[in-house]
């Protein structure tokens, strides 16, 4: 049997279970607000821009509403405006940060579209690069980040000075 070491999975399972009881991961994050504890890159008037603790791939950002908000219709035009000003400038500063080749930019709206957080809007930002995708997520079910994420979030906050609801 093949065995594949993944020590930091554990923190995910034990955050899980405990995530059935908590206040919403991205409301703690806004009231941590910027740092590497919170993986909060911006906290501005109306939204938010944090890593993704658990990543499609490197560099995974999730871009909020700071208002518990679970439908897009519910936030103001404000609110509404300032998020996707904060998707495009969150966009810049992975360029600058990261390089990638492109973009998988989106939303899941209720479980069956793949919310794992229903009750709290947001955006996902994943980075996408050639080659990023190989054998493991087909045959081995296992998805490889290839870098640390506080080393990931470090590079980043280099550049968030370019993130910007305005």
């Known amino acids: 049997m093949d065995i594949l070491w993944a020590p930091w999975r554990m923190k995910y399972v034990r955050y899980a279970a405990l995530r059935r009881t908590k ?14 504890d919170s993986l909060v890159l911006f906290k501005g008037k109306y939204g938010i821009v944090q890593m993704n603790l658990y990543p499609y791939n490197t560099g ?3 871009v909020s509403p700071l ?10 035009r404000e ?18 940060a990261l390089s990638p080749h492109g973009f998988n930019i989106g939303l899941n709206l209720g479980r069956v579209a793949g919310a794992g957080l229903e009750g709290h809007v947001h955006f996902h930002i994943v ?40």
Not at 134 to 158: G, L, Q, W
């Open 23 to 36: 206040e919403c991961f991205i409301c703690e994050a806004a009231k941590k607000g910027v740092g590497e």
């Open 60 to 62: 995974h950002l999730l």
């Open 67 to 76: 208002r518990h908000v679970a439908l897009l219709s519910k936030l103001t």
């Open 79 to 96: 609110e509404l405006l300032a998020l996707i000003r904060l998707v495009a400038t969150s966009v810049e500063a992975l360029r600058a």
């Open 127 to 166: 980075p996408r690069w050639e080659g990023d995708t190989n054998f493991m997520p087909v045959i081995a079910n296992t998805k490889v980040i290839p870098e640390a994420i506080i080393d990931t979030y470090r590079r980043i906050r280099e550049h968030a000075d370019v993130i910007s609801e305005e």
